[in-house]
């Protein structure tokens, strides 16, 4: 099972376009995030995910369909055991509007149990961003640049039986005040966010309310987060100062 889904990736990403078609496009996109927590809990956290793909087709619906290799990772300093994972991974992601759907092969190690697996897994991803003002600079007769209200949520489950079942995500309103030289936007945000999985979730789980403030500047954001987290598999409640920097960056190499 796992050298078919692993041969099926491969040959989807890597045949020519001259055995069919001129694929549609080249996308590719960068994430990565920096942050550090003050209880002692997660410690400096690094993680993002780079990955390179191809456009093929366009369905009915408006349905495209890319493949993508890539590599993602995620560590941190404490509390590392169930949290710490990196590798390649390769998929076949079918995209319309704000949802992603995907199957794909990860190749994942797992540094501080000194193990590595292979596995296919299922995953949903799916991204709005709304501004609540609908365009207007004024909120309860005070001028601000703008109100957006944005969400993120991710559904997967893997097949290898180390993660499970599993969803992350955040929902978040925040307030654009004003707006400093170089483009950078000064917002305060409300946000809730979660992280839960079925297997090996210890040091995984994790929900709750934050407060936050943050500068941004395109896809750069700096900011700062005062949360109420919960770990339920620990049974354990804090409040949490965190600062954090986040990138993102996306392209096609055919225009």
């Known amino acids: 099972m796992r050298r078919f889904f692993a041969g099926l990736f491969m040959f989807l990403i890597f045949i020519g376009s001259a055995h069919a078609f001129s694929p549609l496009g080249y996308p590719g996109n960068f994430w990565n995030s920096l942050s ?6 997660d410690g400096l956290v690094e993680q993002g995910n ?7 087709l366009q369905l009915p619906g ?5 493949t993508y290799v890539g590599y993602r ?7 590392r055991e169930y949290f710490d994972a990196h590798g390649p991974v390769a998929s076949l992601e079918f995209q319309k509007s704000i949802f992603n759907f995907g199957l794909q092969y990860e190749w994942q190690k797992f540094p501080p149990r000194g193990t590595s697996q292979q596995y296919p897994s299922l995953y949903v991803n799916a991204f709005h961003s709304v501004d609540v003002l609908g365009g207007s600079k004024s909120l309860f007769g005070i001028p601000v640049v703008g109100a957006p209200l944005s969400g993120w949520a991710r559904v997967m489950h893997d097949f290898g039986n180390f993660e499970g079942l599993g969803t992350m995500g955040y929902l978040s309103q925040a307030i ?6 170089d483009n950078v936007v000064f917002r305060t945000q409300a946000l809730y966010y979660w992280r839960f999985r079925t297997l090996n979730e210890e040091y995984f789980d994790v929900h709750g309310p934050a407060l936050g403030v943050e500068f941004a500047r395109g896809s750069l954001n700096a900011g700062a987060t005062h949360g109420w987290e919960r770990f339920p598999s620990l049974g354990r409640s804090t409040q949490n100062f965190r600062v954090y920097l986040n990138w993102f960056l996306q392209w096609d190499l055919k225009n």
């Open 50 to 56: 780079l990955r390179q793909g191809v456009r093929w």
């Open 176 to 181: 654009e005040w004003f707006t400093l030289p």
């Open 73 to 79: 990772w995620r560590l941190r300093s404490l509390n």
């Open 62 to 66: 408006d349905v495209s369909v890319n």
């Open 36 to 41: 550090t927590d003050f209880d002692r809990f």
